[in-house]
Each structure stands twice: as structure tokens, then as C-alpha cells.
């Protein structure tokens, strides 16, 4: 590349990534939103993240349209291609938790004012610790630090624990319970949390494969 066409290149490139970081903020916010609306049993509030997905779905779709049209133009070297591969599947990995935001929203519509048949303890807890976890690899992913992308991804684990917990319980309960319904949606509530999780982790691997150019797994 020339110079000037190099300068207009890293001008684009920061500007996607700066969509990126808007789409990892809206993502991540819906998620908080759905749950905030599980907790208080808010309607309004869920039918608000999910009347609000489309903004994450043309966000992603605007950063795609984006980074092909910059391979196709400017034909990076290998360091900016692989940049740019990274953004297009971090975005996916936001856009998804978007739809987990859905889900969960659509969930809590579903179980209404009703009250929750349990303690629902477990399931804020293993919320807690997603929403940490996606936080921090955006941290991660800005600073493009690995050991802190591989200890986020280590959480991973615990966030399955808590999952593969809770669910069981769940199942106990509607073996002695009229409530069949509610262990439905609370079950697919946490299996929801457990891949926004997941997809924390898929961000961290993509960040060692930025940084070093190979793919790791960080999970097994």
C-alpha cells in the first residue's frame, strides 16, 4: 500500500472496530436488560429488548458489509487480514448473545407475574459471572491482552458447574410439581446464560489468535 492508501486503510479499520465496541455495548446491554426484567418481572422492559434487536442485527450486518468491502479494496497484509477475520467473528459472537437476550426476554413473558417456584439464586449467581466475563473480554479484547482473555475463558467452567447444577435441580422439582411450565423456561433461561458464556470464551480465543496467529481452544 502507499502511504496515503495505507493512512485511509488504518482510518477504516479503527472505525470498524469502533463499531465492533458499539455492537459488544449493546449486546451485552440487552443481556442485562433481559434479565433485569426476569428479576422484576418487567413485560414492558422484555418486549423492549426484544423490539430492540434489530439494531444489534444491523450493526453486525453494517460491520460484515464493512470489513469485505475492505479485503476486496485495499487487499491487507496478512497481520491487518487476520484483524479484520477477528472482527467479523467477534461480531457474530455479540449478535448471537443478542438473541440469548431475546430469549431470555421471551422467557420471562411467558412466566408472566407468576411466582418463581424456587429459589432463583443459582441462576443470578451464574448471570453474574456471564455478564463479568463478557464485560472483562471486551476489556481484554481492547487491550488485546491474552492472560487476561485466558483467565476469563477459565470461568467458563464455572459458569457450566452452576448450569449443569441448577438444571438438575429444576427437573427434580418437576418431577413433584405442577409448575412443569416454569422449569421449562427457567431451564432454557439458564442454557441461554450458559452460551452467552460460551461465546465470552469464543471472544478470548479469537484474541489469541489476533495476538498470535495461531488457534488456541481455550476450553475443552
Avoid: W
Avoid at 441462576?123 to 464485560?135: A, C, D, P, V
Wanted: hydrophobic letters at 45%; charged letters at 25%; a negative charge.
Amino acid at each position: 500500500m502507499t502511504a496515503m492508501i495505507r493512512e485511509r486503510f488504518e482510518h477504516d479499520l479503527i472505525s470498524v472496530q469502533q463499531e465492533l465496541m458499539e455492537l459488544c455495548d449493546t449486546s451485552i446491554g440487552a443481556l442485562q436488560l433481559a434479565f433485569d426484567a426476569l428479576m422484576s418481572k418487567d413485560i414492558d422492559l422484555a418486549l423492549q429488548v426484544i423490539e430492540q434487536d434489530f439494531k444489534i442485527n444491523r450493526l453486525e450486518e453494517t460491520i460484515n458489509d464493512r470489513v469485505i468491502l475492505l479485503i476486496a479494496k485495499q487487499q491487507p497484509v496478512a497481520t491487518d487480514l487476520r484483524r479484520l477475520i477477528v472482527v467479523i467473528k467477534a461480531a457474530a459472537d455479540m449478535e448471537r448473545i443478542g438473541d440469548y437476550a431475546v430469549n431470555i426476554a421471551k422467557e420471562t413473558i411467558r412466566i408472566g407475574k407468576e411466582p418463581f417456584i424456587t429459589s432463583v439464586e443459582p441462576i443470578e449467581e451464574m448471570f453474574h459471572k456471564t455478564i463479568s466475563m463478557l464485560r472483562q473480554i471486551v476489556e481484554a479484547f481492547i487491550e488485546e491482552n491474552t492472560t487476561k482473555a485466558k483467565e476469563i475463558a477459565a470461568l467458563d467452567d464455572e459458569v457450566d458447574e452452576l448450569t449443569g447444577n441448577t438444571i438438575s435441580n429444576l427437573m427434580k422439582l418437576s418431577i413433584s410439581s405442577e409448575h412443569v411450565a416454569q422449569v421449562t423456561n427457567l431451564s432454557f433461561i439458564c442454557r441461554c446464560i450458559e452460551r452467552s458464556a460460551d461465546h465470552a470464551t469464543n471472544i478470548a480465543e479469537h484474541l489469541f489468535y489476533l495476538v498470535k496467529g495461531k488457534h488456541y481452544e481455550l476450553n475443552n
